[in-house]
């Protein structure tokens, strides 16, 4: 069955330090790849995305992906994390399932930044 | 992008008792919608998809008679949990299908 294994479930980082968070899916096909992040108190939202194409991916508020298809891999990256990061944070792939598409999401990283 | 509003956003109930849970979609017209619950501290868990006029497909594992949907509209899908019970109490999710999927605040169930 397909799955996404998120590594870190809990991540600590002062601010200015740089984030990856790992993330690994199993999926023999061609994949759809997704990063959400959930603020306290908020609902997803859409970090990135990886249909095809360039496999470094930019996201919104300085994030980035990047898809290694060799190693089922769409790690997240950011170069300096802010105090508004503490969020957390979801990989996702897509699968095309009965005419829709279904999200299978991995288990989130919950990411702490303190100032 | 599209808006998604979940209400309620917290309910408390009863052991036994039903919960309505409502996920509209205000600025598109969804056929589909789909809704997921996710424990504390977990991942979200695709519960079923909702289908508008039609039945909804519920994912291995689901109980469709506990779990009831209704798509009555293109905007408006409803997630009923029939007789409550502790283990229940989770936090449901709805989400839209425009290209991307785009989520609801979430609804906060808990069973007494």
């Known amino acids: 069955a397909q799955s996404v294994s998120q590594h870190n479930h809990h991540v600590i980082l002062s601010e200015a330090a740089s984030l990856e968070l790992g993330c690994n899916y199993s999926y023999g096909g061609t994949v759809n790849l997704f990063w959400y992040v959930q603020y306290p108190g908020q609902h997803l939202q859409l970090l990135l995305k990886y249909f095809s194409g360039d496999p470094l991916v930019k996201g919104i508020k300085g994030f980035e992906a990047e898809f290694i298809k060799s190693k089922f891999s769409f790690n997240l990256r950011k170069p300096s994390v802010q105090w508004s990061d503490t969020a957390e944070y979801f990989c996702a792939v897509i699968l095309f399932s009965g005419g829709y598409n279904k999200l299978i999401f991995g288990a989130g990283t919950r990411l702490a930044v303190h100032p | 992008g599209a808006v998604v509003s979940q209400h309620p956003s917290w309910v408390i109930c009863k052991s036994g008792t039903s919960v309505k849970i409502e996920c509209r979609s205000l600025d598109f017209q969804a056929t589909t919608m789909f809704w997921y619950r996710q424990f504390p501290k977990q991942s979200l868990m695709l519960m079923a998809t909702?289908?508008?006029?039609?039945?909804?497909?519920?994912e291995q594992g689901v109980e469709k008679d506990k779990f009831l949907i209704n798509h009555a509209s293109l905007t408006l899908s409803t997630l009923t949990v029939t007789s409550a019970h502790p283990e229940d109490s989770s936090f449901y999710i709805c989400?839209?299908?425009?290209?991307?999927?785009?989520f609801g605040p979430g609804t906060r169930l808990t069973v007494l």
């Open positions: 989400s839209v299908d425009r290209g991307e999927q785009f």
């Open positions: 909702s289908n508008e006029g039609s039945k909804a497909t519920y």
